[in-house]
């Protein structure tokens, strides 16, 4: 029987474990398919309670590839001070929620907190409009670089820029560097 102890290189295999972890996600229609659901598997893998919270709880809502996803409780119900980070996935859905004061207090609660705070692709445009971006250095899709850089941000073109407590990537390829930094921050307990 092969386990993971007796694997070839076992030795250098550090998983990382968020157990006793709570992480908050948004999901909204047209949310980015694999940005919500890789990085949503990979937490709970570690071992984290992901909460999906959307404009209405029990919600069903599409992905840009039409995968659905329920949302677990409503943006309006959710206290900063419940989680231990917050995962902001893209596509389409970031340019309607972020419309929504709830959403924008969040995200402002969680950057004055210092709590790691993960957008990727779209998902920028939360941070944007919440005003928590100057100064930072990211990075995002190409097609919200004007976005980043007029609300202060300093633009990289990377696969993932972490910058204190934000962790950014520009696109779905660019996923396992984007959940590596994003779980080894919340491990920190950064």
Same mark, same amino acid.
């Given at each position: 029987?092969? $386990? #993971? %102890? +007796?694997?070839?290189?076992?030795?250098?295999?550090?998983?990382? $474990? #968020? %157990? +006793?972890?709570?992480i908050l996600a948004f999901v909204g229609d047209i949310y980015e398919d694999l940005e919500l659901w890789y990085p949503k598997l990979r937490?709970?893998?570690?071992?984290?309670?992901?909460?999906?919270?959307?404009?209405?709880?029990?919600?069903?809502?599409?992905?840009?590839?039409?995968?659905p996803c329920i949302s677990d409780t409503a943006i309006a119900d959710m206290r900063e001070s419940d989680f231990d980070a917050l995962l902001v996935p893209g596509g389409f859905m970031p340019d309607k929620l972020r419309?929504?004061?709830?959403?924008?207090r969040l995200v402002r609660e969680f950057d004055a907190s210092q709590k790691p705070i993960a957008a990727i692709c779209h998902g920028g445009w939360i941070p944007i409009s919440a005003g928590v971006y100057r100064g930072v250095r990211?990075?995002?899709?190409?097609?919200i670089k004007d976005d980043l850089v007029n609300a202060?941000?300093?633009?990289?073109?990377?696969?993932?820029?972490?910058d204190r407590?934000?962790?950014?990537s520009r696109r779905p390829d660019?996923?396992?560097?984007?959940?590596?930094?994003?779980?080894?921050?919340?491990?920190?307990?950064?």
């Open positions: 029987m092969t $386990t #993971l %102890s +007796n694997l070839p290189n076992s030795a250098h295999v550090s998983p990382v $474990t #968020l %157990s +006793n972890k709570r937490l709970i893998e570690a071992g984290a309670e992901v909460v999906v919270a959307g404009p209405a709880a029990g919600q069903t809502y599409s992905g840009k590839l039409g995968y419309r929504d004061p709830d959403v924008l990211v990075t995002g899709s190409p097609g202060g941000a300093i633009f990289e073109d990377a696969a993932v820029v972490v407590h934000h962790v950014s660019d996923l396992p560097d984007f959940c590596r930094q994003f779980l080894a921050l919340i491990a920190a307990g950064r």
